[in-house]
């Protein structure tokens, strides 16, 4: 397999490997819902004016409505998740950082970076780590640790919950717990809400955390027009439970589609399913080949990820290239 895909989405990458034009690919290589928030009409100060401390705090109380935090204080926007992973290692001296893994491998690179000792285990391998970080539901076996275990290990140590993924299965989350606990939750609005390159994310901390996190990044952390859609579409509640339904039901059509393709799924969230397959390898380059690109794993070369499908065409064109692949089995040795 080769070893040109390091995260999901690279189809200009992949258009140049394969010679397939870049809108002609069914992307499946992200766990984004491929059936976006509908972006509203924006009054054109948004695009030319610098946000202020309003339209700030309107961000900030439509995002403690949405996460169940008391307090608007608590929640720091930033301008994706991806600069809170990079930024938060550095507010504190070296720790010992357990990453709870397999998951996504920014968290321990970015405290490694800024020269915390890092090491990786469950979350059973606590141990005397100073630093736990858990992606809650996980990316990208879709394995979900308790609340109450992760707000006990909070007790003893920093705990910091990437709840990327826990916006269809709220029932996970902690970031309402933040005040009374030793936690940082991170939150993004790219996956369920399908608008990842509007790059906007969420750290919820207590109050000493949020105020060091923000003054880290600095004024402006979030453009007006995004600041401005995501007080939005974080309080529209109709959009978010109808979401939620809909992508249970589409994860598990595609299930059915997997399965049928004998591929067994052996974990995931409605916003993506695993399969495991000696075939793997095989499998990814049959796609890529018909223009359907998934998402694959250099430190495990059993798995591949499938994105949900957003659309009834999508799904059947997943169904057909499945259908043509035929994995190659070697041949029983004959008995003698």
């Given at each position: 397999m080769s070893d040109w895909m390091i995260h999901g989405g690279m189809l200009d990458t992949a258009s140049e490997i394969y010679g397939i034009a870049r809108d002609r690919w069914l992307d499946l290589s992200t766990g984004i819902n491929a059936n976006a928030y509908?972006?509203?009409?924006?009054?054109?100060?948004?695009?030319?004016?610098?946000?202020?401390?309003?339209?700030?705090?309107?961000?900030?109380?439509?995002?403690?409505?949405?996460?169940?935090?008391?307090?608007?204080?608590?929640?720091?926007?930033?301008?994706?998740?991806?600069?809170?992973?990079?930024?938060?290692?550095?507010?504190?001296?070296?720790?010992?950082?357990?990453?709870?893994?397999?998951?996504?491998?920014?968290?321990?690179?970015?405290?490694?970076?800024?020269?915390?000792?890092?090491?990786?285990?469950?979350?059973?391998?606590?141990?005397?780590?100073?630093?736990?970080?858990?992606?809650?539901?996980?990316?990208?076996?879709?394995?979900v640790c308790d609340p109450q275990h992760l707000l006990r290990l909070a007790g003893t140590r920093l705990v910091v919950v990437d709840e990327a993924f826990a916006d269809v299965v709220p029932d996970v989350s902690v970031a309402g717990m933040v005040a009374s606990a030793n936690l940082i939750v991170l939150r993004s609005v790219g996956k369920m809400f399908g608008l990842a390159g509007m790059r906007l994310g969420f750290a919820v901390s207590g109050i000493e955390i949020s105020r060091r996190l923000r003054e880290a990044l600095g004024p402006w952390a979030v453009s007006g027009p995004a600041a401005a859609v995501g007080a939005v579409m974080l309080t529209d509640e109709a959009w978010i439970r109808a979401a939620r339904v809909r992508l249970k039901a589409a994860a598990g059509r595609l299930d059915g589609l997997l399965v049928r393709s004998r591929l067994p799924v052996v974990g995931g969230t409605p916003l993506f399913r695993l399969v495991e397959t000696p075939h793997a390898a095989a499998l990814f380059e049959h796609l890529c080949s018909h223009g359907v690109l998934v998402r694959r794993f250099s430190d495990n070369d059993q798995w591949l990820r499938f994105g949900i499908p957003g659309r009834d065409e999508d799904f059947d064109r997943l169904r057909q290239t499945l259908a043509a692949w035929r994995p190659a089995v070697r041949p029983a040795l004959a008995r003698g």
């Open positions: 509908p972006l509203p009409d924006l009054a054109p100060e948004y695009w030319r004016r610098l946000p202020d401390a309003g339209l700030d705090a309107w961000l900030r109380e439509s995002a403690a409505r949405c996460y169940g935090v008391a307090d608007p204080e608590q929640v720091v926007p930033a301008h994706g998740t991806q600069a809170l992973i990079r930024m938060l290692p550095r507010l504190f001296q070296a720790q010992r950082v357990l990453i709870v893994s397999p998951t996504y491998r920014e968290h321990a690179t970015s405290w490694e970076h800024a020269g915390h000792r890092v090491r990786t285990g469950t979350v059973a391998d606590v141990g005397e780590a100073q630093v736990v970080v858990v992606v809650n539901p996980n990316n990208p076996n879709g394995a």
